[in-house]
């Protein structure tokens, strides 16, 4: 049975940092692209960002330059920094894996923006 934990959410100031964790287990970690969503009342969910098995990554335009996907096999974790942190960022964060037709989801980790 594959499970993912999200943790590091929180409340953060504007213009702060944050490192969202997602930890992995069940599964063959390393062979799974990983990916971060949000979801916010007010918005559609939204694509974060990925990292594929080969390092290939994406970004949404709205977090380019500001968040970093990144990935720790050996511990079947996987990150996302957070930086420049502004309330449009406010949102519940969930981490995905995902290979071929299989894609399992973290209960999600909330994430507020506020001063």
């Known amino acids: 049975q594959v499970q993912l934990v999200e943790s590091g959410g929180g409340l953060v100031q504007p213009r702060g940092s944050l490192i969202l964790s997602c930890t992995a287990s069940?599964?063959?970690?390393?062979?799974?692209?990983v990916g971060w969503y949000r979801q916010s009342p007010e918005k559609q969910r939204e694509l974060v960002a990925t990292l594929s098995p080969i390092r290939t990554t994406y970004y949404a335009d709205s977090v380019k330059g500001r968040f970093t996907i990144s990935r720790d096999n050996n511990l079947n974790t996987a990150y996302l920094q957070m930086n420049s942190l502004n309330s449009e960022d406010t949102a519940v964060y969930y981490c995905?894996?995902?290979?071929?037709?299989?894609?399992?989801w973290g209960q999600g980790i909330q994430v507020t923006i506020s001063s």
């Open positions: 995905t894996i995902e290979r071929n037709s299989d894609k399992y």
């Open positions: 069940g599964a063959v970690f390393w062979a799974y692209t």
